[in-house]
């Protein structure tokens, strides 16, 4: 039986989603799932990259309500230290809550230029010019951390909480075609073999189609 609930909305479209509950999952925590509709106007304000919404995901665990992914990994790397969640080394660790953050607070570009889309993939896609520097960015930190502790993860031989706030970086640029480095299509190729990724997708697909914005090519 589920102890904690995990407020979310579309698997296809929500990267916020997909991090709060790899999160979840990295710790063991067993979640129930509370979808919000889409047509919910806050939900698709949030989707269109309208405005900011602290809806999803949201973590209610034992009276704590937690919003924000990196509340969330706060909160469960703390119940949960020995999960593995931040890798043990101090400075390992240092530089995966920095990377984490990064991600987290911006990419402005490359969120609204590369919408998380898990149905579809294309084979070519105009990319905006000013997304390429967020790509270039992400790529940057992809090959330091691989180089630097050996791969296939960013932080070595586990996935962390960098990984799970990465996850929807690799999955937009296999839907997108991105054009990248042997280095970055190697960890694209990791996260989208991710067993939990998989299961993640496989619910997304199996969701009707309703958000028509979104499908539209800029």
């Given at each position: 039986m589920a102890v904690a609930e995990l407020t979310i909305s579309s698997k296809n479209y929500s990267?916020?989603?997909l991090r709060g509950w790899l999160l979840c999952r990295l710790a063991g925590l067993q979640v129930s799932e509370?979808?919000?509709a889409l047509d919910d106007p806050e939900v698709r304000a949030e989707l269109l990259l309208l405005s900011p919404s602290v809806l999803v995901p949201r973590l209610t665990h034992?009276?704590?309500s937690v919003w924000d992914t990196l509340a969330i990994a706060e909160y469960l790397h703390e119940l949960y230290?020995?999960?593995g969640m931040y890798p043990a080394d101090r400075i390992m660790r240092a530089h995966c809550r920095s990377v984490s953050g990064e991600i987290h607070s911006g990419f402005a570009n490359l969120r609204s230029a590369l919408p998380m889309?898990?149905?579809v993939r294309h084979a070519r896609f105009p990319i905006f010019s000013g997304a390429k520097p967020d790509i270039e960015r992400v790529e940057t930190i992809w090959a330091e951390c691989l180089e630097r502790y050996g791969g296939p993860w960013l932080f070595g031989d586990r996935p962390t909480v960098a990984d799970a706030m990465f996850a929807p970086v690799a999955q937009r640029f296999l839907t997108y075609a991105v054009p990248?480095?042997?280095?970055?299509?190697?960890y694209c190729h990791t996260i989208n073999g991710w067993p939990l990724m998989r299961e993640w997708i496989d619910a997304a697909r199996?969701?009707?189609d309703e958000m028509i914005e979104l499908e539209t090519e800029f």
């Amino acid at each position: 039986m589920a102890v904690a609930e995990l407020t979310i909305s579309s698997k296809n479209y929500s990267s916020w989603s997909l991090r709060g509950w790899l999160l979840c999952r990295l710790a063991g925590l067993q979640v129930s799932e509370t979808m919000i509709a889409l047509d919910d106007p806050e939900v698709r304000a949030e989707l269109l990259l309208l405005s900011p919404s602290v809806l999803v995901p949201r973590l209610t665990h034992e009276g704590a309500s937690v919003w924000d992914t990196l509340a969330i990994a706060e909160y469960l790397h703390e119940l949960y230290p020995d999960a593995g969640m931040y890798p043990a080394d101090r400075i390992m660790r240092a530089h995966c809550r920095s990377v984490s953050g990064e991600i987290h607070s911006g990419f402005a570009n490359l969120r609204s230029a590369l919408p998380m889309n898990l149905k579809v993939r294309h084979a070519r896609f105009p990319i905006f010019s000013g997304a390429k520097p967020d790509i270039e960015r992400v790529e940057t930190i992809w090959a330091e951390c691989l180089e630097r502790y050996g791969g296939p993860w960013l932080f070595g031989d586990r996935p962390t909480v960098a990984d799970a706030m990465f996850a929807p970086v690799a999955q937009r640029f296999l839907t997108y075609a991105v054009p990248v480095s042997a280095t970055s299509a190697a960890y694209c190729h990791t996260i989208n073999g991710w067993p939990l990724m998989r299961e993640w997708i496989d619910a997304a697909r199996a969701e009707p189609d309703e958000m028509i914005e979104l499908e539209t090519e800029f």
